[in-house]
């Protein structure tokens, strides 16, 4: 998708699909929709005052122009309430209306920035937002439909401001968008990807195809060096699996001193619960238990096109939990890396035994500050629903940036306690602890059990069970994978490079 950004009047852009915003409530348009209104001889009013339009968060509609404007069609997209805007709203608005207009044959999109006016946005953030929005909105999710796949091509995105040093914040903000779009929607891609073609090894791959291509740096233990060095987490999950684990890590240093932030991503590449065997329904959506890797990868690689001025580590433990005669059993106890001991009571419970691995493994090799991203729980989503992941930490400094940067990205975060009587469901009679503290505050006890291999190392974990897939369309993204925490990170590392 090429992107410009242009100064000038609204009404004399040319494009297939013209995109311009409505609050709800708002009787007479103003500014570029009022300019447009004009244009088509009042009829967005019109359809106003008959109760078509209403301004509604992510609605959507198209007005053909019949050649009273350059455009071949206007698109009116609801910003909802003026009070209730948000950084959310301008990509639900610019996803919502390039889906509209892609399913329309449009492929010349042009957009003013939503927001950017009444919506009291600086005119970059607008500008990465609209960008953010299409490129995520018009995602295909049918990589491997051979017929009827919805159409998804943009060829070409105008973004429109009249003010023109707007227009020049505007022009950074697209970088800035098209990158993070770009990272999404490789997350997105990642986790689309089916087990039988995504392996252990296959991600060990793509982190060294995507090393090679931004100049990380990329190291990759296989199954003999982690026996040999003692993951006991790593190879308790993996050893019931034909296909071995590996531990990837990743570097982008370009500083040699300051702070090293490392993000660990749980990286299942297909999860059935081991000897736990899972229900079967919906086992197919276990292929997106590695959506904590993808987003620690795709984020890695943003960061390193950012030229952002932080040292980043990304520690990413990939296996496959499967059950056969070599899978660990209930009962079992592992050693994990570091020396702890961690009695094994659900197989089903292994995302929390190769990140603990992992987060020991990051602290050793030098992190300052941890954040790992994993597809935990599914107490999770019972807590927070699909809108929100989990947040919980151990440095009440790290928490808040990690939520502020969730905020400033546009994604929903909610801290949950990790109060220390909670602890006690993680006892075991005959180890360290066991790993898992049952049913009752899951998310919780999950995060205990992690915090147990941090070794006071300012960490957070994200618990993004119940954000990494739409379970049904909504609002600018379609069923399927969405990319959470991605944009998150990228705007946490920012900021620890400022």
Not at 7 to 14: I, Y
Not at 294 to 310: G, N
Request: hydrophobic letters at 45%; proline letters at 4%.
């Amino acid at each position: 998708m090429e992107i410009q950004v242009v100064s000038g009047d609204v009404t004399f852009v040319q494009c297939d699909a013209l995109i311009v915003n409505l609050f709800e409530g708002v009787q007479e348009p103003g500014g570029a929709t009022g300019a447009i209104d004009r244009a088509l001889d009042g009829q967005i009013g019109a359809l106003i005052r008959a109760g078509e339009i209403k301004g509604k968060v992510a609605e959507t509609t198209v007005i053909h122009c019949h050649g009273r404007l350059p455009a071949e069609r206007v698109i009116v997209a609801g910003l909802g309430r003026r009070e209730d805007f948000s950084l959310e709203v301008t990509h639900k608005a610019a996803g919502a209306a390039a889906r509209t207009a892609t399913r329309k044959g449009c492929r010349r999109l042009a957009s003013i920035l939503h927001g950017a006016g009444a919506g009291m946005l600086d005119a970059g953030r607008a500008a990465q937002a609209v960008v953010e929005g299409v490129a995520i909105g018009v995602f295909d999710v049918g990589a491997y439909k051979t017929a009827d796949r919805e159409p998804s091509d943009v060829e070409t995105l105008t973004l429109i401001e009249s003010d023109a040093s707007k227009a020049r914040q505007a022009r950074a903000g697209v970088k800035v968008g098209e990158i993070t779009a770009e990272a999404t929607n490789y997350a997105r891609k990642l986790v689309n990807e089916p087990a039988n073609e995504l392996s252990p090894e296959g991600f060990a791959q793509e982190a060294r195809r995507v090393a090679e291509e931004q100049g990380l740096e990329c190291a990759v233990l296989g199954p003999k060096e982690l026996e040999k060095q003692g993951f006991g987490g790593i190879m308790a999950v993996g050893k019931g699996s034909a296909r071995p684990p590996q531990l990837i890590t990743l570097r982008y240093s370009p500083r040699k001193r300051g702070p090293t932030l490392a993000f660990i991503g749980k990286g299942v590449m297909f999860d059935s619960g081991g000897i736990s065997l899972k229900p079967s329904e919906n086992m197919e959506l276990m292929k997106g238990d590695m959506a904590g890797a993808a987003a620690v990868l795709a984020a890695i690689e943003a960061l390193s096109k950012l030229k952002a001025k932080v040292n980043i580590m990304g520690v990413i433990p990939a296996v496959e939990n499967l059950p056969s005669g070599s899978a660990t059993r209930p009962g079992d106890v592992a050693k994990m890396y570091g020396g702890k001991t961690v009695e094994i009571v659900n197989t089903d419970a292994e995302g929390r035994l190769i990140l603990a691995d992992a987060l020991a493994y990051a602290r050793e090799q030098g992190a300052t500050h941890m954040v790992d991203v994993a597809t935990l729980t599914a107490a999770v989503v019972i807590a927070l629903g699909r809108l929100t992941y989990g947040v919980l930490g151990n440095d009440e400094e790290l928490v808040k940036r990690v939520k502020d940067a969730a905020a400033a990205a546009g994604e929903k975060a909610w801290e949950l306690p990790l109060f220390p009587e909670y602890r006690e469901q993680i006892k075991s009679p005959i180890a360290d602890i066991k790993n898992t503290g049952g049913r009752p505050a899951g998310p919780i006890t999950a995060a205990l059990f992690l915090k147990e291999f941090v070794d006071g190392t300012p960490w957070v974990h994200l618990d993004i069970a119940g954000t990494y897939w739409n379970e049904s369309d909504v609002s600018y993204m379609p069923k399927g994978p969405t990319g959470s925490a991605v944009r998150t990170l990228i705007e946490l590392a920012r900021w620890f490079g400022e």
